[in-house]
């Protein structure tokens, strides 16, 4: 039996449509959308348009306007770049612009998690996608705050002070007298903090994203 002419041709391409290589970038137009389905990606696709390059010029404007003014202030934790995290947990080396200005508190309207580039938060973007950026931020600033500015740069640092204060000065030397308030409990506090906040398996390592050793070498850094 002889199958007629249209029927043969029909086989015959879809033999040659199994065995072609199909360029991706023609391919997927073999699996379309559905009409309505294709209005409603339309309408999300028009709100992600790109600027035109007047907008672009205003945009700039008004940031130059606001840096000259002194609103916009940059965040750069570049100082945990590097510093090991255990297994589960993650800070990122972020960078962030925060606005502020005569009745308007401080706030975030931009954030970078990479030194090295990548994508660009802002107040745009989805909320739970600006939400963990603000989040991941606020991770890293919490972990330099705890570990460099309070422990190291505070409590650490003036610990040498106390000591020589005690084994070098009279107690009537009237900078003995000065200083003796502010560094009454420094060396019984630092004490307490080496035994149970930075220790192995301390405080640090259960709650610090930098925790277990990655704490000791952001203040060796710092240093």
């Avoid at 990548?118 to 745009?124: A, D, H, S």
């Avoid at 002070?161 to 420094?186: C, D, G, I, M």
Wanted: proline share 7%; glycine share 6%; aromatic share 8%.
């Amino acid at each position: 039996m002889k199958w007629p002419k249209y029927v043969r041709i029909q086989r015959q391409r879809k033999i040659l449509y199994e065995r072609l290589s199909i360029p991706p970038a023609i391919n997927q137009f073999s699996h379309a959308c559905e009409k309505s389905q294709a209005v409603e990606v339309f309408k999300l696709l028009s709100k992600y348009a790109p600027e035109d390059k007047a907008a672009k010029a205003e945009e700039r404007r008004r940031l130059q306007e606001e840096l000259d003014a002194g609103h916009i202030f940059i965040l750069d934790y570049a100082i945990v770049e590097g510093i090991p995290c255990p297994e589960g947990r993650h800070c990122a080396a972020g960078l962030g612009l925060l606005h502020a200005c005569e009745g308007s508190p401080l706030r975030p309207i931009a954030i970078q998690l990479h030194q090295d580039g990548g994508p660009v938060w802002t107040p745009k973007d989805r909320p739970l996608e600006w939400l963990l950026a603000k989040m991941h931020l606020t991770c890293a600033d919490a972990n330099i705050h705890e570990m460099v500015t309070h422990l190291f740069a505070c409590h650490l640092l003036m610990e040498p002070w106390a000591v020589a204060l005690e084994r070098n000065l009279p107690s009537y030397h009237p900078v003995f007298r000065l200083l003796k308030p502010h560094l009454q409990y420094t060396i019984a506090i630092n004490t307490i903090g080496r035994n149970t906040l930075i220790a192995k398996d301390g405080v640090s390592d259960k709650i610090l994203s930098i925790g277990q050793g990655g704490h000791i070498d952001i203040m060796a850094k710092a240093y």
